[in-house]
C-alpha cells in the first residue's frame, strides 16, 4: 500500500470509538442496513451489534461493500444476548421508543461508554429490548409523522454523541484505543487485500508491516504464499 493510504488509515483507526455502537433489532431492509454502517463509520464507529430477521439478511450483512470494509458487524441470536454483551462492556443501553418515562435523545451523556437499539421497519423495538435497554430516547418531531426512517434516526443521534465526544477530544487521541492485533488486522487487511485473502485462505498468521505500511516477512512465509 502506499504511504498516503496508510497514513489515512491509521488517522482513522485513533479516531474509533469502541465504546460507542448501535445495535439494530430486525432491521431487513439492506438500504437501511448500508445506510446505518455508513453513518457509524462517519461517526467514528467501530462496531455495529445486530439481531438479524432471517438469514438471508445475516449472510448479507456481511457481504464486503463500501462502509462494510471498516465497519465490523458482530451478529448475536437474541436482543438479550447482545445487550448483555454490551452492558458487560460496561455501557449505557438506549432504546428509541415513545414512552412516558423516555428523554430526548440531545439529553443523553454519550461521552458515556453507549450503545443505542434501533428497532427494525415493520414493528419497531420490541418489548424484550425496551425490557432490557436502561433508558428510553426519542427524537422530539412537531409534524403529523412521530418516526423516522431508522437509517435517519441512527444518523441523529449518532452525530450528536459524534458532537459531543468531539467537544470532549475524545476523537483526538495520540494513539488509538483499539487493541493492537485489530490494529495490525485492520491495517493488512485493508492495506494488502489480495495477500490478506491468500494468508487467511492458508491459514497464515499476517506478518509485521513497517513505519512506512509495507509487509515485514520471512523468506519461509512468503514461500507458503506463492505454493499452490
Partial sequence: MNLERYNRIQQVLKARQPDLTVLLEQVHKPNNVSAVIRTADAAGVHKVHAVWPDEKMRTLSHTSAGARNW???????????????LKSQGMQVLATNLSENAVDFRDID???????????????????????ADQDIIIPMVGMVQSLNVSVASALILFEAQRQRQNAGMYDREVSALPEDTIHRILFERGHPVLAK????????????????????????WQEMQKK
Fill in 71 to 85: 465497519v465490523e458487524v458482530d451478529t448475536h441470536d437474541t436482543v438479550a444476548d447482545a445487550v448483555r454483551a
Fill in 110 to 132: 454519550y461521552t458515556k461508554p453507549t450503545a443505542i437499539i434501533l428497532g427494525g421497519e415493520k414493528h419497531g423495538i420490541t418489548q424484550d429490548a425496551l425490557t432490557e
Fill in 198 to 221: 491468500v494468508a487467511k485462505k492458508k491459514r497464515l498468521p499476517y506478518p509485521p508491516l513497517d513505519d512506512q505500511g509495507q509487509i515485514v516477512a520471512t523468506e519461509e512465509w
